[in-house]
């Protein structure tokens, strides 16, 4: 079968590789579509050499048709699933709280094991969700990115009215900025990126170029000088957590999204004379999975409309420069069986 490999820095390759062999409680799985996230594009850029062995086959934004499964497993040949590639121990002290998602000894999969850009994947049975027939393939491959934008709209306490900032419109910020409308919240987004910008306000949200306008004077004309209710802080950038605390109002709600490769400046004054909340959002808990297939089979969100392009499996490299350049994408797709 065809995989695409990483090798090292900035250099992922499409090699053949044997069909891996199940194990005694795994399916294997025809990956049909995956997805390219800024994680992948850590690794690609070789920030996270530290952690990935290398050559590894990174992915875990995907939708695929089980070809092999376990008798009795609850899953059987020809269900199409997505996978929530969190495997965790089970006995570390965060397992045995309950949280399980943040386990101390997290496998997660297409960093620590291999991933879905790969035309065949074997995935432990217990992290399978089916898809409905009605969703796509493409639809299938952002259930993860938006299962993550439906665990931080749930760990901020989005509701009915709330005025909430979205700090960076890339693919999870764009899913964020979506869920918490679809929870009754009014949203402005802040981005530099021209097509991103346009992309937002074609979904129908208000969105502030910080480069162009005071991001601050906006939200609190907007808010009559409270400050938003909800601040997503997504961009990952320094800039964005500098500022996030001057959006917040009195008691408001700061939710960390973005990863930031270096500790940020923070303005701990401001957490203190207005007693700020900061909630920290990794990844997923099985219910967000659930909640996600059933927002984007009903249609209340469609993710593929951040789709931009679709590339087949043996060039993941270039849609990783077309993400390093910016300009005109938002997310990228892997056809795995091209």
């Given amino acids: 079968m065809k995989a695409s490999v990483y090798l090292g ?32 594009l850590h690794i690609y850029q070789g920030h996270m050499d530290q952690r990935v062995q290398t050559p590894l086959v990174m992915g875990h934004e995907m939708c695929g048709e089980i070809v092999e499964a376990p008798s009795g497993s609850g ?14 121990c089970g006995t570390c002290p965060a397992c045995r709280r309950g949280h399980r998602h943040i386990c101390q000894n997290l496998n997660f999969l297409g ?47 989005v509701e009915l009215g709330d005025r909430a900032v979205v700090i960076g419109g890339g693919p999870i910020g764009m899913l964020v900025a979506m869920a918490a409308r679809m929870n009754g919240a009014e949203v402005v987004i802040s981005e530099i990126n021209p097509f991103r910008i346009k992309k937002a306000k074609e979904l129908g949200f208000e969105v502030v170029d910080p480069n162009a306008q005071d991001l601050v004077e906006v939200v609190e004309r ?91 499996l043996g060039e993941a490299g270039r849609g990783f420069e077309q993400m390093m350049e910016g300009g005109d994408v938002m997310k990228v797709l892997l056809d795995c069986q091209a």
């Avoid at 399916?27 to 994680?39: D, K, N, W």
């Avoid at 199409?80 to 969190?86: A, D, L």
């Avoid at 400046?265 to 203190?272: E, G, M």
């Fill in 9 to 40: 820095k900035e250099q992922v390759e499409l090699q053949d590789l044997e069909v891996p062999e199940r194990g005694v409680d795994e399916v294997l799985i025809q990956v049909s579509r995956a997805g390219l996230c800024g994680t992948d």
């Fill in 75 to 88: 899953v059987q040949v020809g269900d199409r699933v997505v996978v929530e590639p969190t495997v965790w």
């Fill in 111 to 157: 960093i620590d094991s291999p991933g879905a850009f790969q035309a065949y994947w074997n995935v432990p049975v217990d992290r399978l969700h089916k898809v409905p027939e009605g969703l796509s393939n493409e639809a299938g491959a952002l259930i993860e990115p938006l299962a993550v934008a439906v665990h931080d709209v749930r760990r901020a306490g």
């Fill in 222 to 312: 907007w808010t009559d000088g409270a400050g938003a209710d909800l601040v997503f802080e997504v961009s990952g950038h320094p800039a964005g957590a500098k500022i996030m605390t001057e959006l917040a109002r009195v008691r408001g709600t700061i939710c960390l999204v973005g990863v930031h490769a270096e500790p940020p400046s923070v303005d701990l004054q401001r957490f203190f004379w207005r007693e700020l909340h900061l909630t920290g959002c990794r990844v997923y808990e099985p219910v967000d999975f659930e909640r996600a297939i059933r927002i984007a089979a009903s249609g209340a969100i469609d993710p593929t409309v951040l789709v931009t392009n679709t590339l087949p």
